[in-house]
């Protein structure tokens, strides 16, 4: 992945961005003087941006693109090794009578079970992904949140999806959220850092500006709209805002970081929703699984189905597809 790498002729950090993380005052002035968030602007944008029109080659492409940027998820209480390995085959395989169906970009996974996908997609070039500190309600010490994240590390995992401390950025202690994020990132090693906001709890568009940035300037390689855990998870409009962080952040740092958007994204027509956002907002060079993803399961039963109907000319059903 390259969600983190920057040109050669990229800038430096501009002034104010080093200047914001200086101290705890310092950052509070920079996250609280962001632009407000026009919340009917922006809704009105995603709205508008939902209704375009995606047909034949287009949509052909966007199906195929969407299946390479999916993180095959599986994260409850009742995941076995065997489920995982099903998992990780059907990753690698999605559709096994579509040879040209293109892998999903990761599988994502509990710590403890970590091992057994590296081992079964060894070789493969998926990923493997593992949530940590504390996941999803992040309601643990700091010392076990590191300890969490090494584990998966140490197992194999390729990316970490790190959930905040809600609490503390709602009480304002923004430094305390971004020495932990930076913590995180430290323990990650060469893995790469997806940082989950669970925008759902933010309450407002403006808290989820001001966490994307927070996130941006503590080094998340990847902002992730939610655990999936809880409701609302991901929206159009929340996906916009995040998009926007990231377009900015090239544009004043030269770094390219990746958003996530995850929970609540269950059909074909939903993807492409979100392929128009990211060329509209952050721009084509976002298309990339290396700089976007779908946190998912079922999207990808839904993008088969409508990649067989495009291929086929005729709808098959969910017997002609593994369905989880």
Same mark, same amino acid.
């Given at each position: $992945? =390259?969600? =983190? ?18 101290? /705890? ?12 968030? /026009?919340?009917?602007? @922006? ?7 939902? =209704? ?6 287009? %949509? ?8 390479? $940027? ?12 065997? %489920?995982?390995?099903?998992? !990780? ?7 096994? #009578? ?5 892998? *999903? ?11 057994? +996908? ?13 949530? +940590? ?16 994240? %090494?584990?998966? *590390? #140490? !197992?194999? +995992?390729?990316?970490?999806? $790190? *959930? ?6 709602? #009480? ?11 913590? @995180?990132? !430290? +323990? ?9 906001? #669970? ?46 962080? @990231? ?12 958003? %996530? ?16 956002? @990211?060329?509209? *907002? !952050? ?40 369905? /989880?």
């Amino acid at each position: $992945m =390259t969600a =983190t790498t920057s040109t050669s002729a990229a800038p430096a950090t501009p002034a104010p961005l080093v200047d914001a993380t200086r101290d /705890d005052a310092s950052l509070r002035r920079f996250l609280l003087g962001l632009p407000g968030v /026009d919340q009917v602007g @922006v809704e009105q944008r995603a709205a508008g941006l939902g =209704t375009r029109s995606i047909k034949k080659d287009a %949509k052909r492409w966007a199906i195929d693109t969407a299946i390479s $940027m999916v993180d095959l998820t599986t994260l409850e209480g009742a995941d076995t090794q065997g %489920k995982v390995r099903a998992l !990780a085959a059907k990753a690698v395989r999605p559709d096994p #009578e579509r040879q040209d169906t293109p892998r *999903v970009a990761a599988v994502c996974v509990y710590p403890d079970l970590v091992a057994t +996908a590296v081992e079964a997609l060894k070789g493969s070039g998926v990923h493997v992904a593992s949530v +940590a500190t504390g996941f999803p309600a992040g309601r643990t010490s700091r010392e076990i949140k590191l300890a969490d994240t %090494k584990i998966a *590390v #140490e !197992a194999g +995992a390729h990316e970490v999806d $790190m *959930v905040i401390d809600r609490g503390a950025f709602l #009480e304002g202690r923004y430094m305390a959220v971004f020495e932990e994020i930076q913590a @995180v990132k !430290a +323990a990650c090693g060469d893995a790469h850092l997806k940082v989950i906001l #669970e925008t759902g709890e933010l309450a407002t568009y403006d808290n989820v500006r001001r966490a994307s940035w927070l996130a941006l300037l503590a080094g998340g390689d990847f902002i992730k709209t939610s655990t999936g855990k809880v409701s609302p998870a991901a929206t159009l409009p929340v996906t916009h805002i995040m998009l926007q962080a @990231v377009h900015d952040w090239h544009r004043q740092t030269g770094e390219l970081r990746g958003v %996530k958007p995850a929970g609540g994204i269950r059909t074909t027509k939903d993807a492409i929703k979100y392929l128009v956002a @990211v060329h509209e *907002v !952050a721009g084509e060079q976002w298309l990339t699984p290396d700089l976007f993803r779908f946190g998912a399961s079922s999207l990808l039963n839904d993008l088969l189905l409508q990649r067989r109907t495009q291929v086929d000319g005729h709808y098959s059903g969910p017997d002609y597809v593994t369905v /989880d």
